[in-house]
């Protein structure tokens, strides 16, 4: 029985980097007012890696239940110099099932993460290309070049965070590593075998290994609109991230635990050689509170992480989709659909 996967016959040349193309993933919620620029900025691109790679592209938009027109602009989106497909989920996932059904659905052989805010510069795909293509690297992720703008408290979160995870990992994640990033065709097969529901992409992404490259650069400001994630879904994520790639807080749990014995019992042993040398006993009822309250708040912390694991172990179990596509749309480029544009649109 073999227990691996063997995606050895996808590695690339530059002649089947060209021959297998490019699908770019853009998970899309409330972008409405950006999206058509940001559709006529990836055509220009798409222009670009044809004349310079050959490189025929898709773009697959996935949109996770917004609210407002961003569905509408999507579907009348033109497929000029690339294909376009539009997947729409039956309600908000969440980024990472956005990601996953963008993954899905897209039919080339390189993939393209970047999100769909305008901040994950089309430009730069070009270099991401060239890494892949000319310099044969599996995965090209991209990471901010530096955090100047950015709190001390936040700087020290993301750090904290980020030590957190990768303590005792063996494949580390790269700190300030974002979802804009590329997979060569046998990264992105790998990525789609790995069975877990509760996905963190910048964890797997990692974690298959291969042939991977760093990429600074800086964030454009956003054109329009307010980020979504605020202090709390921040929080939210990063729990998410660590209980479902990491067992880092179970072992910290674990460490806690040693150490509050160990205080406890050189605090006994304090007390007993005091009582033998001086015949005094130690006066007991706040030493007692205050034991018995730090105690049972680490009990309560420890039954809360383990709760968590427990939360994702069910998860796993029930084999819920991580989304449904209520809608899906295809229009394939005149370049390489003739004279016509043919377009398909299913409830899956």
């Known amino acids: ?51 310079r790679y050959r490189l025929g592209c898709e773009v ?8 407002d027109a961003t569905l509408a602009i ?25 990601l ?32 892949w293509i000319d310099g ?23 750090h904290g965070f980020y030590a957190l995870i990768n303590w005792g990992a063996r494949q580390k994640i790269p700190e300030d590593a974002g979802d804009f990033r590329l997979l060569s065709p046998r990264a992105a097969a790998a990525l789609r075998q790995l069975p877990e529901r509760n996905r963190f992409f910048k964890g797997l ?20 609109g307010n980020t979504t994630f605020n202090a709390g879904r921040l929080l939210g994520l990063s729990i998410e991230g660590l209980t479902s790639f990491s067992v880092a807080p179970l072992r910290f749990a674990s460490l806690l635990g040693v150490l509050l ?13 005091e009582t033998f040398t001086t015949g005094k006993s130690v006066p007991g009822y706040p030493s007692l509170v205050v034991g018995l309250m730090t105690i049972g708040g680490v009990q309560l912390i420890m039954i809360g992480i383990v709760g968590e694991y427990i939360g994702k172990i069910l998860s796993e179990l029930k084999a819920r989709p991580i989304y449904f596509v209520a809608e ?21």
Do not use: C
Request: net charge negative; no cysteine; aromatic share 6%.
């Open 74 to 98: 999507a579907r009348a989106l033109k497929a000029d110099a690339l294909d376009v497909q539009v997947v729409s989920l039956s309600r908000n996932f969440g980024k990472e099932a956005a």
């Open 261 to 273: 014995a160990t205080v406890a019992f050189l605090f006994g042993l304090s007390i007993l050689w």
């Open 1 to 51: 029985m073999m227990l691996g996967s063997d995606v050895s016959s996808l590695s690339t040349t530059a002649a089947t980097a060209a021959a297998q193309g490019l699908s770019i993933v853009v998970p899309l919620y409330n972008e409405a007012a950006g999206l058509a620029f940001l559709h006529q900025r990836l055509g220009e691109l798409a222009r670009t890696l044809r004349q």
């Open 205 to 224: 992404a990692s974690w298959i290994g291969f042939r991977q490259m760093r990429v600074d650069y800086e964030p454009a400001a956003r054109a329009h």
């Open 100 to 131: 996953m059904a963008g993954l899905d659905h897209s039919r080339r052989g390189g993939v393209l993460f970047m999100d769909g805010d305008g901040q994950h510069p089309p430009d730069l795909v070009e270099q991401l290309v060239g890494h």
């Open 60 to 67: 697959v938009y996935v949109d996770d239940g917004s609210s």
């Open 328 to 348: 899906h749309s295809d229009k394939r480029a005149e370049t390489e659909a003739g004279d016509s544009t043919t377009e398909r649109a299913a409830a899956e």
């Open 136 to 158: 044969g690297f599996d995965v090209v992720y991209t990471a901010k070049a530096n955090r100047d703008n950015e709190s001390l408290t936040r700087r020290i979160a993301v």
